[in-house]
């Protein structure tokens, strides 16, 4: 019993001395971490701060912060563990080691964070562009460095490794979309006055940009008649919706004034028919 009293007592004095030893400088160690994490923290928000006053674009702006937060914490643990009497050269080459045979590892994934980081330096697109590219198409969420969100138009959330973007044709049109219809209008019809009709249509709609200014004109020839083209744009959030709404607007002129439509080489008038005209030919 006296020999336990005797090691208990032993160890307690030699916590007590290694805390009087070092106590302090562990206390000022774990402060400096502490302190170091939340300046890091707050020198990267603010370089992310400066980047998009400097209207660089909001992803690339991100990832400068994040690198500045990255590189101010690596100092902080190299400056803590120095404080603990840790020699740091033996620590760097490990990870030096680990990190080339983590690469060789995930050599997959890293492609993935290599596209991205060629995305966010050239930038194709940005958040808010509409892209149509392979894998999927819809307006651009979020540019990670792994992979690319886009929102489609019926909400749906899609994501795209970013290795299956680079290298790939990517379509952008910004935060417009243009629509293509054709319709086609009968022989006897005066096509002129036709194409004033629709494009009175789609200059007084709020939602049709006047630039670039929709294009409407004799698209092609059929049998008995002539085919009109119409291009213009529409907000890329609500593609179909505001593509249904401009078509039934366009319809309705023809029908208030008249205008026939042609159908299988017949001519037929257009209260008689609420068929997609479009798709006609």
């Not at 916590?15 to 971490?33: K, M, P, R, S």
């Not at 923290?41 to 400097?54: D, F, P, Q, S």
Request: a negative charge; proline letters at 3%; aromatic letters at 8%.
């Amino acid at each position: 019993m006296d020999e336990e009293l005797k090691t208990a007592e032993a160890l307690i004095n030699k916590g007590i001395e290694f805390g009087v030893a070092y106590g302090f400088q562990i206390l000022g160690a774990i402060i400096v971490l502490i302190i170091g994490l939340k300046i890091a923290g707050w020198i990267g928000g603010k370089v992310t701060g400066l980047c998009l006053r400097k209207e660089f674009d909001q992803t690339l702006s991100g990832f400068i912060g994040n690198i500045v937060k990255v590189v101010l914490v690596a100092f902080v643990i190299i400056i803590t563990l120095g404080n603990f009497g840790i020699s740091t050269a033996p620590l760097i080459a490990l990870a030096g080691a680990g990190a080339f045979g983590a690469t060789l590892a995930i050599q997959g994934p890293l492609s993935n964070y290599g596209a991205g980081l060629s995305i966010i330096l050239t930038r194709p697109f940005t958040i808010g562009d509409t892209i149509i590219v392979k894998g999927g198409s819809g307006v651009v969420h979020e540019v990670k460095l792994a992979y690319t969100q886009l929102i489609g138009e019926d909400k749906e959330l899609i994501t795209i490794p970013n290795k299956r973007i680079v290298g790939e044709v990517i379509t952008n049109s910004h935060r417009n979309r243009i629509v293509e219809t054709r319709i086609p209008l009968a022989g006897s019809v005066d096509a002129d006055r036709a194409i004033e009709v629709l494009r009175n249509v789609l200059e007084k709609d709020d939602l049709v940009p006047s630039e670039p200014r929709a294009q409407i004109g004799v698209h092609d020839f059929t049998y008995g008649g002539v085919v009109i083209g119409l291009r213009y744009w529409v907000p890329s959030q609500c593609y179909y919706q505001e593509r249904y709404r401009v078509n039934t607007a366009l319809l309705s002129a023809l029908k208030t004034e008249k205008i026939e439509l042609l159908s299988g080489g017949t001519a037929i008038a257009v209260s008689d028919t609420t068929a997609d005209f479009e798709e006609m030919y």
